[in-house]
């Protein structure tokens, strides 16, 4: 190995150089100029230029490989934005150690000795050399390159160490395999390695040329083929058998169609334009095609078709009735609208009669002949609440009892205001949106038209499909709905729109604003085993070629079913339970275990396997520093424990069990409230000295939030801090302010069925929420004692044990000296 001398370093990108090989580099990077100027002062311009490993634009000597090239520049160009310069190899080089000097980096650099062959006239030696040149002339006319040219090149290279270089300096592989061959100090051992891949070079090109030789005689044969077909259309045209007939009659059943519809002007004038332009045009036309296209889509669309609604209140009850169970909410708005309709269509008919009677001379002219008879516009109502309540479903009975078509178009994931509004009609293969789409299915101009999950629309650089929205749910905009590909206004104001949602934060405001929301709520347990017998049970017997005797699931055993194995606000998971029950029955009675199969309670864990739920229940015991709340999920409400503990401290809160930024509030409020009330409370005066609080909120994997427990943590944290126990039957809900206020919150009814569920019949709620017990069913409304509360004087003398609220104090009847400590928080000046 020479001796080592010191040359500034060039770090080069994707790029490796070889001995015997010229490369223009382009140079932008400020270390790398200072670099080239050092070589430009040095003899002979040399510079020692080195792969990076790492495709990065700072550059470090870790970053560098060790075994570069020793080059010299030839020419350089600089211009603003750096330097081009052309580099000439040299030599290997192996950088010793790198340094970093005036801000660019040095190697010291040593020439390795390469590895001759033991015996440079050995045949197979020989042979593997004239190997590489011979496909390294094939590769070069393969690519392109004159064979002279290659000749002329591969000729210079007499040595075979410069011959192996000079070919892997310009065969197409990528770095790190290039860096290999420049690091392959053995000559033979590299001849070898730039043979195969060079050999690998020629068979790439070879399968392209084969493909692209394949495709040139598929497109031949397209061609002829095109051609045979044209000279048959000549033919058959001449007999008289051609399509030509059958496309005319085709264009004028379609001109009949157009000329069918009752349109108004705007819309006339626009559709015959495109008839005049569509007879002007060549059928085989691209532009042809399109506009036949359009003009079909517009004889197709429903202009004018109406169906009859039926009006008969009592039998769209019994319909309803007998598709769902419960909703009396919906089932109500749903009779209204049809009560007014037949109302109106009464009063149309009148209208009707008095028109057509003659009037006589002279007299004038009758009101009621004026009077506008345009029927009830179209309604959008809103569909919110948790999912398996019956929505959807509500939504094709809602049709079935109105007498009118049924459309369903699901919104969940679009996003694309195109969707909605379609192409326009420039775009290839363009289309209407779904709207009228859905209009074009059902037939007539006034369907019931679901829009399913709308409160799951996206929104993307192609537009937000709710936006568009905002004119097909507007009863002041619809009438005149222009689609991007129609382009003309389309009568949409007779439809009724029924959306649908999961919650309503998920939708925005001015859509929100456009429709009348109706609110499902999760069932009872009750209502659940009136739906399963109604409706689950009969329809899981049907699909499992169960008779209605062969199995019969007893009371208990469906309420086992839904409390050990659902945990929903639905019953879509307690139908796939059914269903699994009716398989297992199907499997017995098919196999000749039994004739019929009667599942009790302790029949279903045999069946169904353990319980997959486990709902929380009611402590066994009153215990300081724990209280019982209630939350609210869309698979329905529950209870839940609030744990409060005091420990030495600095007088700090810590909170864990994944509690969002409202709850963390709520108890940063509960604890200021504590500490500023400690007298009123009981808690001594002492009892904040160095403590800290640790408050919890089981289970730890469960992310919650929300406000409706600052009234659980707040009695939590009295009594760990008055030591006084709470009572393990009561359970609670409501928001707190730093002056003790209760304010009201949202899902009472699934918070109070949940605490029911799990075994409580005492619960206290603030005193604004009071009306929302209306929507209990009545059985669960008897078996509780609830307490409204405004004060949170009065939650604790609910919760702790031995306290009471008297005239608007909190006392204790373990200390009757506290009564008279304050007046209750919120009467309190602050």
Do not use: C
């Not at 069946?607 to 929380?616: A, D, M, Q, W, Y």
């Amino acid at each position: 190995m020479a001796d080592t001398h010191a040359l500034p370093v060039l770090p080069l990108r994707n790029t490796v150089l070889f001995p015997g090989v010229s490369v223009p580099i382009a140079a932008g990077r400020a270390g790398t100029l200072k670099a080239i100027e050092a070589a430009l002062k040095g003899p002979e311009n040399l510079i020692f230029t080195v792969a990076q490993r790492h495709d990065t634009d700072s550059v470090t000597p870790d970053g560098l490989h060790t075994i570069g090239t020793v080059a010299a520049i030839a020419s350089i160009q600089r211009g603003p934005g750096g330097a081009r310069l052309l580099l000439n190899g040299r030599s290997r080089g192996i950088a010793m150690r790198y340094v970093e000097r005036d801000g660019m980096l040095e190697a010291s650099v040593s020439t390795p000795d390469e590895m001759p062959p033991l015996d440079p006239q050995d045949p197979a030696f020989l042979a593997l050399v004239k190997e590489l040149r011979e496909r390294a002339t094939e590769l070069g006319q393969k690519v392109g390159l004159p064979e002279e040219v290659v000749q002329q090149g591969l000729a210079e290279a007499e040595e075979p160490g410069r011959l192996a270089d000079l070919v892997a300096g310009y065969i197409d592989i990528p770095t790190a395999e290039r860096q290999q061959l420049l690091e392959t100090l053995s000559v033979e051992d590299r001849l070898r390695r730039t043979l195969v891949h060079v050999q690998r070079q020629i068979g790439v090109l070879a399968a392209q040329e084969d493909l692209k030789s394949k495709v040139q005689e598929q497109l031949g044969d397209r061609q002829r083929e095109m051609f045979l077909r044209e000279q048959l259309r000549a033919i058959q045209k001449e007999l008289g058998e051609g399509e030509e007939g059958k496309d005319a009659d085709d264009l004028k059943e379609l001109k009949a169609k157009l000329d069918a519809l009752v349109l108004k002007e705007e819309v006339r004038k626009e559709i015959d334009r495109e008839w005049g332009r569509l007879s002007r045009l060549s059928r085989e036309s691209m532009e042809s095609q399109v506009i036949r296209t359009y003009l079909e889509w517009v004889a197709e669309l429903p202009w004018n078709a109406r169906s009859d609604d039926k009006l008969d209140v009592a039998e769209a009850q019994r319909v309803l009735d007998e598709d769902h169970y419960a909703l009396g909410d919906v089932k109500d708005r749903i009779l209204e609208f049809l009560a007014v309709r037949q109302l109106v269509t009464t009063k149309q008919a009148a209208v009707r009669a008095v028109a057509a009677a003659p009037a006589e001379p002279g007299a004038p002219a009758s009101k009621a002949a004026a009077a506008d008879e345009d029927g009830p516009k179209g309604r959008i109502l809103l569909f919110i609440g948790p999912p398996g309540v019956g929505k959807t479903s509500i939504a094709k009975s809602i049709a079935r009892a109105m007498g009118r078509k049924y459309v369903r178009i699901s919104l969940g994931g679009a996003r694309d205001e195109a969707d909605v509004r379609g192409h326009r009609r420039t775009y290839v293969a363009a289309m209407p949106g779904r709207i009228l789409q859905g209009m074009k299915h059902a037939g007539t101009k006034n369907p019931v038209f679901l829009l399913d999950e709308v409160d799951k629309l996206g929104v993307s650089y192609q537009g937000d499909p709710a936006s568009a929205l905002l004119e097909v749910l507007d009863p002041a905009q619809n009438d005149s709905f222009t689609d991007h590909y129609l382009g003309v206004p389309f009568d949409l104001s007779e439809v009724l729109f029924i959306a649908t949602a999961n919650f309503v934060q998920g939708i925005p405001g001015p859509l929100l604003d456009r429709m009348e929301v109706v609110e499902f709520s999760g069932y009872t347990e009750r209502e659940k085993m009136a739906i399963a017998r109604q409706y689950l049970l009969p329809r899981q017997l049907k699909e499992n070629g169960l008779e209605a005797g062969q199995l019969d699931l007893t009371d208990d055993g469906l309420s086992e079913v839904i409390s050990g194995y659902t945990r929903e606000a639905g019953v879509r998971q307690l139908e796939r339970e059914i269903g699994k029950v009716a398989r297992k029955a199907a499997r017995r009675i098919a196999s000749g275990e039994a004739g019929t199969v009667t599942v009790k309670a302790e029949d279903v864990r045999a069946l169904l396997g353990r319980k997959k739920v486990r709902p929380e229940e009611k402590s066994g015991e009153d215990q300081v520093g724990q209280a019982t709340g209630m939350y609210y999920t869309p698979a329905g409400g529950d209870i839940m424990f609030v744990e409060a503990a005091l420990m030495h401290g600095k007088g700090e809160v810590l909170l864990t069990g994944q509690l969002g930024d409202v709850m963390k509030e709520s108890a940063r409020a509960a604890w200021t409230f504590a500490r500023s009330h400690a007298p009123y409370l009981g808690i001594e005066d002492g009892a904040f000295v160095e403590r800290d609080v640790h408050i919890h909120v089981p289970a730890g994997a469960v992310p919650k939030d929300g406000p409706s427990a600052g009234i659980t943590m707040a009695t939590a944290l009295v009594s760990a801090l008055s030591r006084r126990a709470v009572r393990s039957d009561v359970a609670m809900t409501g928001e707190i302010t730093l002056s003790g206020r209760v304010l009201p919150i949202g899902g009472v009814k699934e918070k109070v069925l949940g605490a029911v569920r799990a075994g409580i019949r005492t619960v206290v709620l603030p005193k604004e929420n009071e009306p929302d017990l209306e929507d209990l069913p009545e059985e669960v409304r008897s078996t509780l004692d609830v307490h409204p509360v405004s004060d949170l004087g009065e939650v604790l003398a609910v919760t702790l044990k031995g306290a009471t609220f008297r005239d608007g104090h909190l006392a204790f009847l373990d200390d009757p000296s506290a009564a008279g400590k304050g007046a209750s928080p919120s009467q309190r000046p602050h």
